[in-house]
């Protein structure tokens, strides 16, 4: 009997219609768990290089984690992964909700699509039910309207469903899939969906999931629950709100938005507004979002209030999470009311809260600077909210000018030239970042933003504060229940961190406690995103109820696999290393691995080259960024060694023997 | 009052639902289903749980309902609830197993299914669901009644199961089966 896992996958090839469930191998989840991971090594099996993102032969896999459905509080992740049409690289976007448990609970681990259906259907998993049905009855339809009215056809009011909107259909390079409350929304994986002509995935499961040694398990969840309890009684002091709590930034819940509206930027991440937030601004969106708001909302078993229900007078009712609340209303300068109003009409659209409103100010910067004419922008009312509502009715259908903004800022700048290429100011790896600009450098940053697979903050940064402390008193007393640093040593670093002075920002931390605090941070996105725990009660707040010291006791009891802190850290090691190895092998290169060049106002060219030189060594990986053999070979990955040394990718350790001080003069440097 | 009738104490054990303060999590469904499995706690099921959460989110409902008394047939009439403007689902409060909806019934056998308010040995402090309703949308509370005293004992899950069983086959067909069954050992 398999424990926490199903045991199954089911493989569909939308093609042929052909449908299998197949047995997965055990040894697969002691390498590597599940969830992310294990989608990373059916990629790297079954799409070599060559396979185009909108292509038959790229894969979307939707995952469930290894403890997703259990009883662990927050275990309810769907990992989806895919080749991504934006970077060209590995996709994979996560949402909350209620759709991988009943995945689980239906029988399969993961549901792995391939192919290419004639016309648009979508998919229907009832147990071992498997229908493939038409669609075209679904086309143009809202993501959030689709679900309902697959819900109704059915009868089955519980049925979960993952849909596209206009955004998927139509091949948007940053469309996002829908469900309900959540979303998986970056990096285009909705595109991809749209490719394979599939509306939506609608699944019913009534099956049971079961743990290897009951008793213990509940007695760790029980205190996760408990430890929930406690710790929102005791918000972190000294931090901002947002940073304070569990869960996602509680954005729902929180009417105070001085911090997001006068520190990140405005409009295509250009503006910052000091002065934006004023008793009157507060006043009036506190009664704005004070009115729209019905319900906080939570996902599959978690006590948490992430999301909102919101309806808008006139506006068909949705649900939000995060920070989707803000994207429109500071791309568009405008107002929330309008961003709740317009988030409305972008989430039945299907499209990413972060790139969607970046491309929509970055359009009508090339207007204003005369990279375009009047003419590409015929029919676009005069009015500031009505010009942001048109551009992404012509985005979604792909209609004159939008047709190129779909493709987002990256590739629609490559058609305007130069001039386009300097506004589209804000990607990392093609990439719309979030709309932040700041002065110092901070070198733990740096390297997230540089070195993450994913491309995107949110999804690397986490447990160690993102600033120093001011006082020592402030400090002394964050570390003193601090049970969840992988070891002692990252007290120190945090108790010598400093505003100011020798032991501040951009050396200190130095680049050697830079790389650990980055791989300690890392490691737990990595276990979450393998074990299909939402990063909200885990790898994200800061002391958060699960860590590097209890993982493998819920592992343990949940799967019935015995390891221990140094066996988890491994597995987190070799999976983020076939991750990055699967990057490599689509072209990643040393110079990829860079923020937008006016991230920082304050840059630092020789420590940033240290920094990364650093940071690879520390993984075992050479100065360009790829894995070295003994590393693969060492965490069991000697099939990618293989591959990559057949592909001509050199593998060798190039990294200087002596002297870590200054890098060779002939190893690429990034630009900057 | 009768002055030969017997009274008698009972305690009566109340779960206050407030769907107000409901955030859709479905944990109650998760643990209720972990704890009644066998053994305890080695599986989940929320299609095995007593307590099932009417959620239509896009209308904000929410409504916890508890899996009552096992019926042979449906009603005859049927309810349907506008409240605060909401309208809400046909029969969307009533606690029944019932033929007329998957609600409440064992999802392998179709037998139904019975909140027993986790009666366990030795007993628990709240019901599990309970505990596991961090946001108090579930909240539990005793008190004592005096009733009369009756006779016969509370239907036990077995005998419900059976009846349910009578109910769809027939008395003679399921005795029949029995003793096939013991007959091949
Ligand atoms: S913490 Fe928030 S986002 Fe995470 S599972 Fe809970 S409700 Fe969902
Ligand atoms: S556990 Fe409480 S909040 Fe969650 S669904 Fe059940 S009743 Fe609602
Ligand atoms: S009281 Fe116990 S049996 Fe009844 S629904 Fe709650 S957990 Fe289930």
Redesign the pocket.
């Known amino acids: 009997m398999r424990f926490a896992e199903t045991g199954y996958n089911l493989e569909v090839d939308l093609s042929t219609g052909n449908v299998e469930r197949v047995e997965t191998d055990p040894r697969w989840t002691e390498q590597h768990l599940g969830g992310l991971a294990t989608s990373s090594r059916i990629l790297w099996d079954r799409c070599p290089p060559e396979v185009e993102p909108y292509s038959e032969e790229n894969l979307l896999i939707f995952a469930a984690g290894l403890l997703v459905g259990t009883p662990a509080p927050g275990a309810n992740r769907t990992v989806v992964t895919t080749i991504s049409p934006q970077s060209l690289f590995t996709a994979y976007s996560m949402m909350g909700g209620f759709f991988a448990p009943e995945l689980k609970h239906a029988g399969y681990d993961k549901l792995i699509l391939r192919g290419r259906s004639p016309s648009l259907v979508y998919l229907w998993i009832h147990n071992d039910k498997v229908e493939i049905r038409d669609a075209a009855h679904l086309a143009g339809k809202g993501a959030n309207e689709t679900a309902d009215l697959i819900r109704a056809e059915l009868r089955e009011p519980k049925a979960q469903v993952a849909a596209i909107g206009l955004a998927g259909e139509n091949r948007v390079r940053f469309a996002s899939i829908e469900h309900g409350r959540s979303s998986a929304s970056r990096l285009g994986i909705g595109g991809v969906m749209g490719d394979k002509r599939l509306k939506a995935v609608a699944v019913r499961g009534t099956r049971d999931l079961n743990v290897a040694r009951p008793a213990e398990y509940m007695e760790l969840c029980n205190w996760v629950l408990k430890y929930i309890g406690i710790r929102e009684q005791k918000p972190v002091p000294g931090v901002m709100p947002i940073l304070a709590g569990l869960g996602s930034p509680q954005e729902m819940k929180l009417i105070d938005e001085e911090w997001h509206t006068t520190n990140f930027m405005w409009g295509n991440s250009r503006t910052r507004r000091r002065d934006f937030w004023t008793k009157e601004i507060e006043e009036k969106w506190k009664g704005t979002q004070e009115s729209v708001r019905k319900r906080l909302v ?1 996902c599959y078993n978690c ?1 948490m209030k992430c999301g909102a229900t919101i309806s808008v007078p006139g506006v068909a009712t949705y649900m939000m999470k995060c920070f989707s609340k803000l994207t429109y209303t500071m791309a568009a300068y405008s107002d929330l009311d309008f961003g709740f109003r317009i988030a409305q009409r972008a989430t039945e659209y299907g499209v990413d809260a972060f790139s969607a409103p970046q491309v929509m100010a970055y359009g009508l910067e090339l207007l204003e600077h005369g990279i375009l004419g009047p003419a590409d922008f015929e029919g676009m009312p005069a009015d500031n909210e009505g010009r942001f509502y048109w551009l992404l009715d012509r985005i979604v259908r792909r209609e004159g000018i939008g047709d190129v903004l779909a493709d987002g800022t990256y590739w629609a700048a490559k058609k305007f030239g130069k001039a386009a290429e300097d506004l589209a100011h804000n990607n990392i790896k093609k990439h719309e970042q979030l709309p932040l600009k700041l002065g110092m450098l901070n070198p733990v940053y740096f390297l997230m933003y540089c070195t993450g697979e994913k491309s995107n903050i949110t999804q690397i940064e986490g447990q160690f504060p993102q600033a120093p402390f001011a006082t020592m008193a402030e400090r002394e007393d964050f570390v003193k229940d601090w049970v969840q640093v992988p070891d002692e040593k990252f007290k120190k670093y945090l108790l010598d961190w400093e505003l100011r002075g020798e032991r501040s920002n951009p050396n200190y931390p130095t680049v050697e406690m830079s790389c650990d605090i980055v791989d300690w941070q890392e490691r737990m996105h990595h276990i979450d995103d393998a074990l299909g725990m939402c990063a909200g009660l885990g790898s994200f707040p800061l002391k958060p109820p699960y860590h590097i010291h209890n993982y493998p006791a819920f592992i343990a009891a949940a799967a019935g696999l015995d390891i221990d802190e140094a066996g988890l850290t491994t597995i987190a090691r070799r999976n983020r290393t076939l991750l990055r190895a699967l990057n490599v092998r689509r072209g990643l290169t040393r110079d990829d691995e860079r923020p937008p060049d006016d991230h920082w106002k304050k840059r630092f060219p020789d420590l940033e080259q240290k920094l990364l030189d650093g940071y690879y060594k520390f993984k075992g990986w050479n100065l360009r960024g790829i894995p070295t053999e003994s590393t693969l070979n060492g965490l069991g990955l000697g099939f990618v060694a293989d591959d990559l040394k057949k592909r001509g990718l050199a593998i060798d350790d190039d990294h200087p023997s002596h002297g870590q001080d200054s890098a060779p003069a002939d190893h690429p440097k990034a630009a900057s | 009052m009768d002055p030969t009738s017997k009274k008698r104490k009972k305690l009566v054990k109340t779960i206050r ?1 407030d769907v107000d ?9 998760v643990i209720c289903s972990s704890f009644h499995a066998s053994p305890k706690y080695s599986s989940s099921n929320p299609e095995r749980s007593r ?1 099932r ?1 009417i959620r239509e989110p896009l209308r904000d409902i ?1 409504v ?1 309902v508890y899996a009552g008394e096992y019926t042979a047939a449906e009603c005859s009439g049927r309810d349907k609830y506008t409240i605060d403007g909401k309208a809400y689902d046909e029969c969307a409060f009533c606690r029944a197993s019932c033929p007329s909806r998957s609600l409440f019934k064992e999802p392998d056998s179709g037998l139904p299914l019975k909140c027993d308010m986790c009666e366990s040995d030795p007993p628990l402090e709240e019901p599990m ?1 309970v505990q ?4 108090d ?2 909240v539990y509370e005793e008190h004592e009644v005096e009733v009369e005293e009756e006779e016969g004992v509370e239907q036990g899950e077995l005998e419900l199961g059976l009846e349910s069983l009578v109910d769809r086959h027939g008395l003679q067909k399921l005795m029949d089966t029995i003793a096939r069954m013991k007959k091949k050992g």
């Open positions: 939570s006590p | 639902i303060k409901c955030n859709g999590c479905r944990a109650c469904e307590i959460v929410y916890p669901c596991w309703c961090l946001n949308a579930l």
